[in-house]
């Protein structure tokens, strides 16, 4: 092995002993000796080791000088290699993030169970590092722009993100004096819950021009093409952005070819060879001839098909359903009603009580539903028995002071690995509802972990399952069961799972409702709000719902509030 491979070996062997919370002067070693060998002279280390001199240099002891031989010799070292698998993996792709060092993640890992980059963000918009000893407030906001940072390079990105990203774009588009007509499309539009880049379409009769417009915007950093009908660019969002610049009467075919996933181009092609058409992003033709549609509902009708939202666009069934007239009706933004899963400053949350309460009688909503962290939860403030008792006291006083908005207690409780929850039923009893998630033993077997949420389900006083794969987007997969053996039990018991609207979340996943719709389940759009400003992600949540296939009828928080207050009363 070269000099740089064998420093960087040594540096690692360093860090690795820091997170398994070995001595510092243990680590130090090899740090030092890692400082030593990068100084060296290209080929000083292969000579010294080679005439058996390197134990002479300072700060190399004997157990180092072992390895460093084995090293250079091998090109491999098994204590590297065993010390490397005894760590999670995702630990090193936590310090990648600035300013977090390998006893700070050491940390994070004993006292949060966090293993991966996803999980720390969590508990950061959580504020669970706010008290933990050696963190607090500004480290946590410094954690969330490390993050942030890092996620940009990787080319990935969640649907929130890209989307206010997309937005920002496309306003600056619409100030091009010659333009007609423009729209986002691509992933965006089909609400995709990770983005990798940002599609536009845009018609005008100067295309080189808008083109050129495009490059030059303010948020652009660099051009990676630019042409006459298309220009690429990266922005200093770091994601890239791709405007199809068309005629007016290609708009329509333009749109719906960018908007599609690729599944449901080609299934819609094959649909058009048969009625003798072809479709592409220049037209639909028949005989070469082109069939002139004003806008995307026309082309649909073109196809003897009811339009197709965006949303929908992903080849899982849309097409014999809108050939039979029967796409559903999909949800609005307006038709929620009211809020559930919100936590307070009594546990995890910035906000008061009172707060919450007044912020969302200011957006509109019947009620809320309050569900700050269980006794289990101690990471997060988890609510002592008396802490809840206190918490009732100052919601009825509440119901007093705000009669135009129901306040509901409720609480999310753990699962604990048996399936119980972790308070005794005649505390469960004195609340309004009960959100049963699961926050540890993520891991367990699939059969074990199938039975633990069917028992859970089971429980009389469980009104809804929360984020119910427990997947972290971009960072930890869903946890192993058998998801339709527990739709099923939730069906059986009348329980209510949720769409957890958080950015991170989007669990359930939209893949999964068709069949939840199919199977009659009521579904809560929960934002899982620890702020004020996280109350806005019920958009993410009613799009994800959306492109799951999901009704108002579908969505329990579309109820009035005495519909809510029936429900309650009959569970």
Not at 256 to 275: D, Q, V
Not at 541 to 547: D, F, T, Y
Request: hydrophobic share 35%.
């Amino acid at each position: 092995m070269e000099k740089q491979g064998t420093a960087r070996v040594l540096e690692e062997i360093g860090v690795l002993l820091e997170l398994k919370g070995e001595s510092t002067y243990k680590s130090r070693a090899y740090y030092n000796a890692a400082r030593t060998v990068e100084l060296m002279g290209e080929d000083e280390l292969h000579r010294l080791v080679h005439e058996d001199k390197l134990k002479d240099v300072k700060g190399i002891g004997a157990a180092l000088n072992e390895k460093l031989k084995e090293l250079v010799f091998t090109g491999s070292l098994p204590y590297y290699d065993q010390l490397k698998s005894s760590i999670p993996e995702g630990l090193l792709d936590i310090l990648r993030v600035p300013g977090l060092g390998p006893r700070k993640v050491r940390t994070l890992y004993d006292m949060l169970e966090i293993t991966t980059l996803a999980e720390l963000e969590y508990a950061c918009r959580e504020n669970r590092l706010v008290n933990l000893k050696g963190f607090g407030q500004k480290t946590q906001e410094n954690i969330l722009e490390g993050i942030e940072f890092l996620r940009r390079y990787e080319g990935q990105f969640f649907y929130s993100e890209a989307r206010e990203i997309a937005e920002d774009l496309l306003e600056r588009i619409k100030e091009f004096s010659a333009l007609d007509e423009v729209s986002l499309a691509g992933s965006i539009r089909r609400c995709r819950e990770i983005v990798k880049d940002i599609d536009i379409v845009a018609a005008t009769d100067e295309p080189g021009r808008l083109a050129r417009f495009f490059s030059e915007l303010p948020s652009v950093s660099s051009i990676i093409a630019l042409g006459e009908t298309k220009a690429s660019v990266q922005l200093e969002e770091v994601i890239n952005a791709d405007l199809r610049v068309v005629k007016n009467a290609e708009f329509p075919y333009a749109l719906h070819h960018f908007t599609g996933s690729k599944e449901h181009n080609t299934a819609l092609r094959h649909r058009a060879k048969k009625m003798g058409l072809k479709i592409n992003e220049y037209g639909l033709f028949q005989d070469q001839k082109l069939l002139t549609c004003r806008n995307e509902t026309e082309l649909f009708s073109a196809l003897n098909l009811s339009y197709i939202q965006p949303e929908l666009r992903e080849n899982y069934g849309e097409i014999e359903a809108a050939e039979k007239g029967l796409l559903p009706i999909l949800l609005e933004e307006q038709d929620v009603k009211g809020i559930f899963h919100v936590h307070t400053d009594y546990s995890d949350g910035i906000n008061t009580l009172e707060e919450v309460v007044r912020h969302c009688r200011d957006l509109g909503y019947e009620y809320v539903g309050i569900t700050d962290h269980s006794q289990s939860a101690f990471y997060a403030g988890g609510l002592k028995e008396d802490d809840l008792a206190r918490q009732a006291e100052e919601i009825e006083a509440l119901r007093e002071k705000y009669h135009d908005i129901g306040i509901y207690h409720g609480i999310e409780s753990d699962i604990r690995i048996d399936g119980t929850l972790d308070y005794e039923d005649q505390v469960l009893e004195r609340l309004d509802f009960v959100i049963a998630s699961v926050h540890s033993g993520l891991k367990m077997e699939r059969e074990k972990m199938t039975e633990r949420l069917k028992r859970a389900v089971a429980h009389p006083l469980v009104t809804m399952l929360g984020h119910p794969t427990n997947r972290l987007l971009l960072g930890r997969e869903s946890s192993p069961y058998e998801l339709e053996k527990i739709f099923q039990a939730a069906l059986e018991h009348e329980v209510i799972l949720e769409l957890n609207a958080s950015p991170a979340r989007l669990d359930l996943d939209w893949r999964h409702l068709k069949k939840v719709k199919e199977m009659g389940l009521q579904v809560s759009i929960n934002p899982d709000a620890h702020r004020l400003e996280s109350f806005r992600d019920i958009s993410l949540g009613v799009a994800i719902a959306r492109k799951g296939w999901l009704e108002k009828k579908d969505v329990f928080n579309t109820r009035t509030r005495r519909e809510v207050d029936q429900f309650f009363n009959h569970r």
